[in-house]
């Protein structure tokens, strides 16, 4: 209700809610488990009944762990979704790149290791044919460490990975919020996707209530600045196009 009241205080028209998904079994404490489902339903569902005038959408933000595309199959028929995201967290070896409690993991040199392995299951995230956009591509930036040099050599197999599928990539402001200080991800990425005719979405990928909307302007400002002229929405995971503000 609160994400709901925020939105309509922020002049939002839509606002659309993705919680991370549950596993089979319980697996991180960040996550719903697979009890809480018919209460995420049921919030989302008193929310649209509560704002009528709010187009709110019911997502699911869905961790990529590649030989659990199943599970994935499995979620997407219990729900009519809206849209459902991809996004990595865990690396092979699992662990979560973003958790504070490994940020020792990214430092002494190890940052490009740790690229290499994301991205790698990032690619197969976008294709795996499972999502209709995927979720903040380079998070592992988070802490602010970044492996030296171009990080072309990073993003350009997952771009023309979405190029290649059709899948929709998330301009995310909470990177502004974080140490890293800008959107996930960063504006080479944004430009070489709006030059492969990738459709960008934007996202506050908000937490708390008063983080709705947050960085809108800037990420706006980005993905204009690159060339994209409109964003898109999802309906029962079928997509229109709408110019963006
Ligand atoms: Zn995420």
């Not at 019911?58 to 599970?71: A, M, S, T």
Request: charged share 25%; aromatic share 12%.
């Amino acid at each position: 209700m609160d994400y709901a009241r925020a939105a309509l205080e922020r002049g939002l028209g839509e606002l659309g809610f993705a919680d991370h998904n549950p596993m089979p079994e319980p697996f991180d404490d960040w996550r719903m488990l697979r009890e809480d489902l018919p209460r995420y339903f049921a919030e989302v569902a008193k929310a649209r009944a509560e704002f009528p005038q709010l187009n709110i959408k019911l997502g699911l933000e869905c961790d990529f762990i590649p030989g659990q595309e199943k599970w994935i199959e499995e979620l997407a028929g219990m729900a009519e979704w809206d849209y459902l995201i991809g996004s990595v967290h865990y690396l092979p070896d699992g662990w979560d790149v973003d958790n504070p409690k490994n940020i020792s993991r990214h430092m002494g040199g190890a940052a490009s290791s740790v690229w290499h392995s994301y991205w790698s299951i990032y690619e197969q995230c976008i294709r795996s044919g499972l999502f209709d956009f995927v979720a903040h591509p380079d998070l592992p930036k988070k802490f602010g460490i970044r492996p030296e040099g171009d990080l072309l050599r990073f993003y350009g197999r997952s771009i023309d990975a979405l190029a290649e599928t059709g899948v929709a990539f998330e301009i995310n402001t909470a990177g502004l919020r974080n140490h890293c200080a800008e959107p996930y991800p960063a504006r080479q990425f944004v430009e070489l996707a709006h030059a492969a005719g990738v459709p960008v979405l934007i996202n506050s990928d908000a937490h708390r209530p008063g983080d709705v909307a947050a960085g809108y302007d800037q990420a706006i400002a980005l993905a204009k600045s690159c060339g994209y002229t409109e964003t898109l929405r999802f309906t029962r995971r079928k997509r229109s196009t709408v110019p963006l503000p």
